[in-house]
DNA sequence: GCGACAG
DNA sequence: ATCTTGTCGC
C-alpha cells in the first residue's frame, strides 16, 4: 500500500550546488540550493541483539561536516528478515526525523536523506530507503553495502560488468535485471576501493541524480552522511554500555 | 530439494 | 547487524 504512493523521478524545490569550480556564477538568493543531507544508520549491541541505537546525522555538503547529530536507545523485538528490514528499522528512523522536524525552526532537518539500505533494489521494489522516504515525505537514496539479489542480478556479473568497463576507478555500472528492468547502480567510490556500493532510488529522486549526489558526498567507499551516523551509531552504543556497567 | 537472502 | 585479526598506505 505505501508502495503506491512511490515517486521514482526528481520531485524537490532544491538545485545542485556546482561542485565544478568553473565559473561560480552568482546564484539568484531566491533559489532554494542543496545544503543538508541526512543520513541515517541503526546500530545493534551484542550482548543483547534487540538493544538498538537509531542515529540521525546532517552534514552540510559544502564541507562534509556534521552539523547536527541525534540518538534514540531502543528494544527492537522484530526479527530481521531479509526482504522486510523497514519493519525493523524505520520506527526509530521516523522518531529521531519527527524529533528534529519539532525542534524550533529546525535549521537543519534535512533536504534528502541517504539511507543504509536499498530503495528500489529489492524483491517487492520496496526496500527502507523507499519505506522511509514515502512514510517521511522525504527524497531519500538507499545505499546498499552489498548487493540483495534481485531479478537474476549476481555480485559475480556485477564484478564482471565492472571490470569490463575498466575505464575511470570513479565510474558505475547500471544494474539491469532479466526482465530489462532498472534496479539502481554500482559504484566504485574510490579509487582504493575494489568493492562497489549499491545505489538505489529511494523517493522523490531519479537514479541520475542520485548518483551524482553519492558522488559529491563520497571521502570513502561509503558516502559521508551514512558512514558518520555509523561511526557514531556504533560509539554512542558503546559509551551507554560502559556507562551503564558502571 | 538447493541456493540466495539489504541490515 | 556483530566480532577478530592482520596488512597496507599515508
Known amino acids: 500500500m505505501l508502495r ?26 531566491e533559489v532554494e540550493m542543496l545544503r543538508y543531507v541526512g543520513g ?30 541525534d540518538f534514540a536507545i531502543v528494544t527492537i523485538d522484530v526479527p530481521y528478515v531479509p526482504g522486510f528490514l ?17 525542534k524550533d525552526a529546525s535549521p537543519f532537518y534535512p533536504q534528502l536523506l541517504m539511507v543504509d539500505g536499498n530503495g528500489i533494489l529489492h524483491p517487492r521494489g520496496f526496500g527502507l530507503a523507499c519505506h522511509l522516504g514515502v512514510l517521511a515525505d522525504l527524497p531519500t537514496i538507499g545505499i546498499g553495502k552489498n548487493l540483495h539479489h534481485v531479478d537474476g542480478l549476481t555480485y559475480s ?21 532479466c526482465s530489462g528492468h532498472v534496479w539502481g547502480a554500482a559504484m566504485r567510490s574510490t579509487l582504493a576501493s575494489l568493492k562497489p556500493i549499491f545505489i538505489s ?10 548518483i ?24 554512542y552504543l558503546q559509551k551507554r554500555q560502559k556507562g551503564a556497567s558502571e
Open 4 to 29: 503506491r504512493r512511490l515517486v521514482t523521478e526528481d520531485d524537490f524545490a532544491w538545485k545542485l550546488p556546482k561542485t565544478t569550480s568553473s565559473e561560480r556564477e552568482e546564484e539568484p538568493e
Open 40 to 69: 541515517v544508520d541503526v546500530s545493534f549491541s551484542k550482548e543483547d541483539p534487540s538493544v538498538a541505537c537509531g542515529t540521525l546525522v546532517v552534514l552540510d555538503i559544502q564541507n562534509l561536516q556534521v552539523v547536527y547529530e
Open 86 to 102: 523497514a519493519f525493523r528499522e524505520a520506527p526509530i528512523l521516523l522518531e529521531l526525523l519527527q524529533r528534529l522536524k519539532k
Open 201 to 210: 532510488v529511494g523517493h522523490r529522486i531519479s537514479l541520475f541524480t542520485a
Open 212 to 235: 551524482i549526489i553519492v558522488k559529491m558526498t563520497c571521502k570513502y567507499r561509503v558516502p559521508e552522511p551514512i558512514r558518520q551516523a555509523d561511526i557514531r551509531s556504533r560509539e
Open 157 to 177: 556479473r556485477v564484478r564482471q560488468l565492472l571490470e569490463a568497463k575498466e575505464n575511470s576507478t570513479r565510474d558505475f555500472i547500471t544494474l539491469t535485471g
